[in-house]
T-cell receptor, first 110, second 116 residues
Framework: QKEVEQNSGPLSVPEGAIASLNCTYS??????FFWYRQYSGKSPELIMS????GDKEDGRFTAQLNKASQYVSLLIRDSQPSDSATYLC??????????FGTGTRLQVFP | DAGVIQSPRHEVTEMGQEVTLRCKPI?????LFWYRQTMMRGLELLIY????????DSGMPEDRFSAKMPNASFSTLKIQPSEPRDSAVYFC??????????????FGPGTRLTVL
């Protein structure tokens, strides 16, 4: 079992819809959770971090964490073609390093 | 404020040659991470440093790979000898400590390595 698992996609949604990206992790001791966005040919950039159970909203983005079920999700409201990218889930097990999933490719079509 | 700087951006070399990748972290950051990204394996942590000291090199694939951080503003990742399976994008990232754990990691633009 991989430490951090994501569906590779692609996830295709129409412009204006809600995109829902999911991630599960194996280590119950994980403390911090991150979503990175990576455009094709570019480097990953952080878009959201979440540390406590529940929802965290930032603009059109909402991160959801459920430690009991060991999953973290990212919702993108009013999806735009510019949101088309690969979204990487990363988990910190209270050490200094992040464990990344392989990413979900999101395609937003006009 | 300059972000993480990596050089070269692209490197094409022949099997058996030595390859050196360079990274300059963000000023003031005390953590530096080297990652490798491939389609098959995703983003893998190779090694990371804290205050110029290597902390965890368990991700380094084999003895052909080595990394150094002689000072707070410079790190190298060396592959000797290089092999075609080393072809990947190599990212350097830096971060600073916050609340006892590392804060956001900022990635450099990456070095795309092709070994023929």
């Amino acid at each position: 079992q991989k430490e951090v698992e994501q569906n590779s996609g692609p996830l295709s949604v129409p412009e204006g819809a809600i995109a829902s990206l999911n991630c599960t992790y194996s280590d119950r001791g994980s403390q911090s959770f991150f979503w990175y966005r990576q455009y094709s040919g570019k480097s990953p950039e952080l878009i959201m971090s979440i540390y406590s159970n529940g929802d965290k909203e930032d603009g059109r983005f909402t991160a959801q964490l459920n430690k009991a079920s060991q999953y973290v999700s990212l919702l993108i409201r009013d999806s735009q073609p510019s949101d088309s990218a690969t979204y990487l889930c990363a988990v910190n097990k209270n050490t200094d390093k992040l464990i990344f999933g392989t990413g979900t490719r999101l395609q937003v079509f006009p | 404020d300059a972000g993480v700087i990596q050089s070269p951006r692209h490197e094409v070399t022949e099997m058996g040659q030595e390859v050196t990748l360079r990274c300059k972290p963000i000023s003031g950051h005390d953590y530096l991470f080297w990652y490798r990204q491939t389609m098959m394996r995703g983003l893998e942590l190779l090694i990371y440093f804290n205050n110029n000291v290597p902390i965890d090199d368990s991700g380094m694939p084999e003895d052909r790979f080595s990394a150094k951080m002689p000072n707070a503003s410079f790190s190298t990742l060396k592959i000797q000898p290089s092999e075609p399976r080393d072809s990947a994008v190599y990212f350097c990232a830096s971060s600073t400590t916050s609340g006892g754990t590392t804060d956001t990691q900022y990635f450099g633009p990456g070095t795309r390595l092709t070994v023929l």
